[in-house]
């Protein structure tokens, strides 16, 4: 009898043990395991993210531009066109090395938007480079370089032109013409933009003499017109630079 009962003892005290295990497996390690599994999840996700933001990056395709809208030497107008396929989040602008936080500036595709930028005295005879910056880290300069303060705290132009980007299909000299308002041909001589490959874009710019309305007409390497529409360049109210895009 007492090695019977001795023995049931014995087989007792094992299932304990092996139950304490079980519980200790339960309470202590699965959790553990739990944990380790929603960190890898969550840093997958992240790396995920973190590689769309990279390429969607690449994508992104602005023009800036700074121009002097409401008269004051202390105000200017930030305009933001978004040429690319993904919408654009503003986070600052900078001028010269001092950043402006933007609250809210989120351009759509294909799509502008404008904001005043207030709270700072120019310095006389000075330049400013302007730059803004987005959430995926890119940067993009204002198109028509620095702007000038003169002497007496008003904002001068730098040149006035017309900018090309040739993204239609097809290779070779796209033909430019630009007449002003009087009918005269300035693209004399010939203007052309030349593109290399099928696909990609060809970029240049046609410098014109002043603010105003110019009619533009774009002609393929097989002669065919493919733009013709008039182009206004209306600073001081708008950019001293104008894009035109086929």
């Known amino acids: 009898m007492c090695i019977i009962g001795t023995s049931c003892r014995r087989g007792t005290s094992t299932v304990f043990g092996v139950m304490i295990f079980v519980g200790i497996m339960f309470t202590a390690v699965i959790p553990m395991l739990l944990v380790m599994n929603q960190a890898d999840i969550l840093y997958e996700?992240?790396?995920?993210?973190?590689?769309?933001?990279?390429?969607?990056?690449?994508?992104?395709d602005l023009n800036v531009y700074v121009f002097n809208h409401s008269g004051s030497s202390?105000?200017?107008t930030l305009r933001v066109e978004n040429w690319g396929d993904f919408s654009?989040?503003?986070?600052r602008v900078w001028?010269?090395?001092?950043?402006?936080?933007?609250?809210?500036?989120y351009v759509s595709?294909?799509?502008?938007?404008e904001e005043e930028l207030t709270g700072f005295t120019p310095v006389p005879n000075t330049n400013y480079t302007i730059k803004v910056t987005t959430d995926r880290g890119n940067v993009?300069?204002?198109?028509?370089?620095?702007?000038?303060?003169?002497?007496?705290?008003h904002w001068k132009t730098g040149m006035f032109a017309i900018v090309f980007y040739i993204?239609?299909?097809?290779?070779?000299?796209?033909?430019?013409?630009?007449?002003?308002?009087?009918?005269t041909i300035l693209t004399d001589p010939p203007f052309s933009v030349h593109k290399s490959g099928v696909t990609g874009t060809a970029i240049d710019f046609f410098s014109v003499p002043s603010a105003g309305t110019y009619h533009v007409k774009i002609t393929n390497p097989?002669?065919?017109?493919?733009?013709?529409?008039?182009?206004t360049i209306s600073w001081p109210y708008g950019p001293r630079i104008e894009s035109v895009r086929v």
């Not at 790396?47 to 769309?52: L, M, N, S, Y």
């Not at 993009?140 to 705290?153: A, K, L, N, T």
């Not at 993204?167 to 009918?183: A, H, Q």
């Open 45 to 60: 996700r992240r790396k995920f993210e973190v590689g769309r933001l990279d390429e969607e990056s690449k994508y992104e």
């Open 74 to 76: 202390e105000s200017l």
């Open 88 to 91: 654009v989040n503003i986070n």
């Open 95 to 105: 001028v010269n090395d001092t950043y402006y936080l933007l609250d809210d500036f």
């Open 109 to 113: 595709p294909k799509n502008l938007l």
């Open 140 to 153: 993009f300069f204002e198109d028509s370089g620095s702007i000038y303060c003169d002497e007496d705290g």
């Open 167 to 183: 993204s239609t299909p097809g290779r070779g000299w796209f033909d430019i013409e630009i007449k002003d308002y009087n009918d």
């Open 222 to 231: 097989n002669a065919v017109v493919i733009y013709e529409n008039d182009v």
